[in-house]
Nanobody
Framework: QVQLVESGGGLVQAGGSLRLSCAAS????????MGWFRQAPGKDREFVVT???????LYADSVRGRFTISRDNAKNTVYLQMNSLKPEDTALYYC?????????????????WGQGTQVTVSS
């Protein structure tokens, strides 16, 4: 397994931006599918975006066009740039790694998780 540590969360007004980081250790992310998920209070953890194979990405409809995933393999870090934030984006955001090459939307497809970083968007 790979160890993941998220950072960059915080409180932002609606319309603002944040960039989350996910630092990985124990294994290179270059061969892994990496994903971001989020969980709001009282709700299930939901898929946000995944990246694999260098250029492949898959976004949830709710964030497409506002969020962008990127990775720096040299730093073994994945990023989530979040623009035009909305109050409904408020959640605990998790980074996840999948040992197989293709990214998927399901929580069960990932076997390594970070501890999460809180994002709160005020209206």
């Amino acid at each position: 397994q790979v160890q993941l540590v998220e950072s960059g969360g915080g409180l932002v007004q609606a319309g603002g931006s944040l960039r989350l980081s996910c630092a990985a250790s124990g294994r290179s992310i270059s061969s892994l599918a990496m994903g971001w998920f989020r969980q709001a209070p009282g709700k299930d953890r939901e898929f946000v975006v995944t990246s694999w194979g260098g250029t492949n990405t898959l976004y949830a409809d709710s964030v497409r066009g506002r969020f962008t995933i990127s990775r720096d393999n040299a730093k073994n870090t994945v990023y989530l740039q979040m623009n035009s934030l909305k109050p409904e984006d408020t959640a605990l955001y998790y980074c996840a790694a999948r040992p197989y090459g293709v990214g998927v939307r399901v929580v069960g497809g990932y076997d390594s998780w970070g501890q999460g970083t809180q994002v709160t968007v005020s209206s």
